[in-house]
C-alpha cells in the first residue's frame, strides 16, 4: 500500500495578472515591489521554476555534511551523501511537517525529526520510525524527505529547480559561465572555495530592488561616496560619468557592470583590489607558476566579474551575496568573502576586507540597506505610480558578441532583468 497520494490536490485558480500592462520597455509598476498576489505569483514562476543558487560544494567537502540553505523562502539542506554526492532535501518530515534539521551545518549521517522521532538518511530516504508495529504494510519508500527536482553545479556552484522540466543549468547560466570561469582563474588552483562563513543582513524591502541594485552603476557616486572618501578608494571612478566601463544585459536576467577596460587603462595587477603584486609576492609567483606569466597578467590586471547572476547570486568582486526573499517586503541578503585555492595570503586580505566593508560596522551594505529600505517606504504611494529605468536608453549599443551594453551608469541591467522578469511570469 503507498502511504502517498498520487493526484496533486485541485490548486485554487485566481485572476491572472497583466504582467504586460505592469513591467514596460523604461518603466515598471509600483506594484510589483509590494502586491502580495504579485509575490505569490512569483513564488509559483520564478522560485517554484527556474535555477536558483544553492550553495557551494566546498561548503560540504566531506562525507556526511551538510549545511542550511534555501530556494526563495523555502528551506534546504544541501548535504553530502556516503557516496560523495552533494543532495538538495527539502526540511520537512514527510510525517506531519515538522523541521528535521534545525542547525546551521554539521556532519550527519542521518536527520531525525524532533517530534516522532522518524529517521532519514542524508540521501532523504526514510530509514526508520519508532514502534514500528503501528506502521504493518506501509511502503517506508514512499516516505522520504522530498528531493528538490533537479540538482546541479558549475564549477562548485549548486544551483537547484523545483521544477522537474526546463532549460538545463547550462542553458539557464549562458554567458555568465563565463564570468564564473573568469572567478576560478583567480586562484592558483582554478578553484573557489566558500569557507569564511555567512554574515546575514536583513532588510524591509522587497528582493527585486536588491537584485536592480547590484548591477546599477548609477548610485554608488552618490550612496557610497562616505566610504570611497574614507577608504581613499580608486572605486568611485568606476561609477562616473567618465568612466569607460560598461553595463551589460547577458540575458536569461543576468547583467554585470564589466569594469575591465578601467582596469586595462590603469596596466596595473592587483589594481582591482586595491593593492600592489608586491605585496602579494606569493600569490603572484603561484599565479606566475600555474598559467605562465603573460596570463596571470592579465588575469591579475581584469579582477574578478561583478555579475548579478538571476535571481540569487550577486558576484561582487571580493564577496557572493545570496539573495533570500522572505516575504513581499522582507529579503536577507547572505554574504561572504570569496576565497580562492592555493591562495592563503590573498584569502586573509579578502576577510579583512569584506568585514570592513560590509560587516556589522561596514558602510557599503549599510548604506545600500538603508536605500531599500526607503524605496520601499516609497513605493507603497501611488502618485506617481511608476519608475522610470530609462537613463541610456539612447545609447545602447551590442557588443562584439551581440549582447546589449551600456555606459556604466546607464540602466542596461535594470531594463535586461525586467525583460527576462516580465518573460518568466508570463510563461505558461
Ligand atoms: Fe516528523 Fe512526526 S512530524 S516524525
Redo the contacts with the bound molecule.
Keep these: 500500500m503507498n502511504a502517498c497520494p498520487t493526484e496533486a490536490p485541485p490548486v485554487p485558480v485566481s485572476a491572472p495578472i497583466a504582467f504586460h500592462k505592469l513591467v514596460k520597455d523604461s518603466h515598471v509598476h509600483g506594484s510589483l515591489y509590494t502586491d502580495p498576489a504579485i509575490w505569490n505569483a512569483e513564488l509559483r514562476q520564478i522560485w517554484g521554476r527556474t535555477w536558483v543558487y544553492v550553495g557551494h560544494e566546498s561548503e560540504v567537502p566531506n562525507a556526511n555534511d551538510y549545511v542550511m540553505k534555501s530556494i526563495g523562502p523555502e528551506p534546504v539542506i544541501m548535504t553530502r551523501g556516503r557516496d560523495g554526492r552533494v543532495h538538495l532535501l527539502h526540511n520537512r518530515?514527510?510525517?506531519?511537517?515538522?523541521r528535521?534539521c534545525m542547525t546551521e551545518q554539521g556532519n550527519a549521517r542521518s536527520f531525525?525529526?524532533?517530534?516522532?522521532?522518524?529517521t532519514f538518511a542524508n540521501d532523504g530516504a526514510l530509514k526508520g520510525?519508532p514502534f514500528p508495529s503501528g506502521y504493518e504494510g506501509v511502503d517506508r519508500s514512499e516516505l522520504g524527505l522530498g528531493r528538490v527536482a533537479r540538482v546541479d553545479s558549475y564549477r562548485g556552484f549548486v544551483f537547484g529547480s523545483l521544477a522537474a522540466e526546463g532549460p538545463s543549468l547550462q542553458e539557464h547560466l549562458g554567458a555568465a559561465m563565463r564570468s564564473i570561469d573568469a572567478l576560478c582563474e583567480t586562484s592558483p588552483e582554478g578553484e573557489v572555495e566558500i569557507t569564511a562563513g555567512f554574515l546575514k543582513h536583513k532588510v524591509r524591502a522587497n528582493w527585486k530592488f536588491l537584485v536592480e541594485n547590484e548591477t546599477d552603476g548609477y548610485h554608488p557616486s552618490f550612496v557610497h561616496a562616505s566610504i570611497f572618501e574614507v577608504a581613499q578608494s580608486g572605486i568611485g571612478s568606476l561609477y562616473s560619468a567618465e568612466s569607460t566601463a560598461v553595463s551589460r544585459d547577458f540575458g536569461n536576467g543576468h547583467t554585470e557592470n564589466d569594469l575591465r577596460p578601467e582596469f586595462r587603462k590603469r596596466d596595473q595587477p592587483l589594481s582591482w583590489f586595491g593593492t600592489t603584486a608586491d605585496k602579494l609576492p606569493e600569490y603572484v609567483a603561484k599565479m606566475n607558476a600555474a598559467y605562465g606569466e603573460e596570463k596571470a597578467r592579465r588575469i591579475l590586471i581584469d579582477g574578478t566579474p561583478h555579475i548579478m547572476i538571476f535571481p540569487n547570486l550577486f558576484i561582487a568582486e571580493i564577496q557572493i551575496f545570496v539573495i533570500q526573499p522572505v516575504a513581499v517586503d522582507e529579503t536577507i541578503q547572505h554574504v561572504t568573502a570569496l576565497q580562492f585555492k592555493g591562495a592563503p595570503d590573498l584569502n586573509r586580505r579578502l576577510r579583512q576586507q569584506t568585514m570592513g566593508s560590509v560587516g556589522p560596522a561596514g558602510f557599503l551594505l549599510a548604506d545600500d540597506a538603508e536605500m531599500y529600505e526607503r524605496t520601499q517606504m516609497g513605493v507603497q504611494m501611488r502618485n506617481p505610480e511608476w519608475l522610470f529605468l530609462g537613463r541610456g536608453k539612447h545609447r545602447e549599443r551590442r557588443d562584439e558578441d551581440g549582447f546589449l551594453i551600456g555606459d556604466n551608469t546607464d540602466e542596461v541591467p535594470s531594463r535586461g532583468i525586467w525583460r527576462h522578469y516580465r518573460a518568466l511570469m508570463e510563461a505558461a
Excluded: K, L
Design positions: 518530515c514527510p510525517h506531519r511537517g515538522n528535521v531525525t525529526c524532533p517530534y516522532h522521532g522518524w520510525w
